[in-house]
């Protein structure tokens, strides 16, 4: 670790030091997935409104099935451009999805092209955890982190993880 962890005080970085993880907690999500794909909990080509219990659809293109190889190669057609991608305290995750401009309307699941969207990766959470019945942060410890020695977190910090934001109170 090299520089500053903090400008303002000065403060130098080490190799403790906190850091927004950002799109490299997508890669290790899909380490995730693949333990659990090797472990026949959950198959890449099934729709993933089986594993959620609610439908998970694009509305432009309601009989095109979502897949955890169309979330994870994000050709889901999820879009998040903005601050679509956050999800509000106190709103769901399938209550973020049923706004339909998280939609791409040209493009249905699947095909050859491609959007990068950050909404792909709270669904297969979501997914992991109803396959499993066990919270995300507390998942991707067993699957991942320990299995690695990885001293890391896939920063939750609220108990209740994603299983609380996928529904409308139904977990």
Do not use: C
């Amino acid at each position: 670790a090299e520089g500053l962890a903090d400008r303002a005080t000065g403060r130098r970085a080490t190799a403790d030091s906190p850091v927004r993880v950002a799109s490299i907690s997508k890669l290790i999500t899909a380490l995730g997935v693949m333990r659990l794909v090797d472990a026949r909990v959950l198959d890449l080509d099934r729709d993933v409104s089986d594993y959620l219990g609610w439908r998970l659809r694009n509305p432009a293109f309601p009989d095109a099935p979502i897949t955890l190889r169309l979330l994870l190669s994000h050709r889901s057609s999820l879009i998040d451009g903005g601050e679509l991608y956050v999800i509000p305290l106190g709103e769901t995750l399938r209550g973020r999805l049923a706004d339909p401009r998280t939609w791409d309307a040209r493009h249905a699941p699947g095909g050859d092209w491609f959007h990068y969207a950050n909404l792909n990766f709270p669904v297969v959470a979501s997914v992991m955890e109803a396959a499993t019945g066990e919270r995300f942060d507390r998942l991707m410890q067993r699957l991942v982190f320990r299995p690695l020695r990885l001293d890391a977190s896939t920063g939750v910090s609220e108990p209740g993880s994603m299983a609380r934001t996928t529904s409308q109170g139904s977990n």
